[in-house]
């Protein structure tokens, strides 16, 4: 659940994804032909040291570092280069478990690493907690906007919002219960900047609800867009306001719900990270 600051959205909660392996069924071979041996293994054996290479050098070209400026971020038609959403490859900034990055390179690229990082605070479960709000909207937003901002989430984060995600007004859920509210950011994009600000759009997933064996808001996902307007103050961006809207949304997978079990742990166990282009 988050607040934009030009209009309210619904959903927008972080997580994690889950990547699966399928194994042909029987014993037939994938292609439909038979088994080939000898000379077949050692071309096998030749394609993995080759693909083994590649990737040692893809590794390479990417840790270089920075970007030599030489292409444009469009190519011919219009159409974005590969370029335009890669790794850019620079040392991202320096963080401490627990505690918000800060320290952002002053251009584009430090912009759209703040508004990720920023995303994944301002669609938490730490912001529905009263006493940390305060601390987050202080490291978050500019100092200008900060009185503003507490108001409007305090007044949207009231004791009867919170009752109505099944959390007291401390924002604790009930025992034998974990409330489930985490952001991914899955890309980044700068739609306008300038040397003090710039407008940084962040394409997210997430999760929400709360896990629990009786829980009547299981924990689900979602897709949705927060558009940041950051501004660069006490050598470092803040955000000035945000947005959200949903989407854009894959087709649905056909992964197993887990159990609520599963899902609290889950939470508990895995750790998030520190986002940067």
Sequence with gaps: MSLGDDQEGSGGYGGTGQTRTRYPEG????????????????????????????????????????????????????????????????????????????????????????????????VSADILKPTRRAELVQQVFVTDRQAALTAKFNKAYSAEFLSKLGLDQNGDAAAGHTYVSRTVPIGTKVTSASATSAAVEVWCTGLYGTAGADSTDPVTSDWFTMTLQM???????????????????????????????????????????????
């Design 27 to 122: 014993g037939s071979d994938v292609y439909g032909g038979a088994r080939r041996g000898g000379r077949s293994s050692s071309r096998s054996l030749v394609t993995v040291v080759g693909v083994v290479v590649l990737l040692i050098a893809a590794i390479a070209f990417a840790n270089r570092g920075g970007d030599d400026g030489s292409s444009s971020a469009e190519g011919a038609g219009g159409q974005p280069k590969t370029s335009s959403t890669a790794p850019s490859g620079t040392k991202p900034v320096q963080s401490t478990p627990g505690v918000i990055p800060t320290g952002y390179a002053h251009d584009a690229q430090g912009a759209q690493s703040a508004a990720a990082n920023y995303a994944t605070i301002l």
């Design 231 to 277: 501004r660069w103050a006490d050598s470092d961006w803040k955000v000035d306001s945000f947005s959200q809207k949903d989407g854009p949304a894959p087709v649905p997978g056909d992964d197993k719900a887990s159990s609520a079990d599963d899902m609290a742990k889950a939470v508990e166990e895995y750790g998030g990270f520190t986002y940067a282009r």
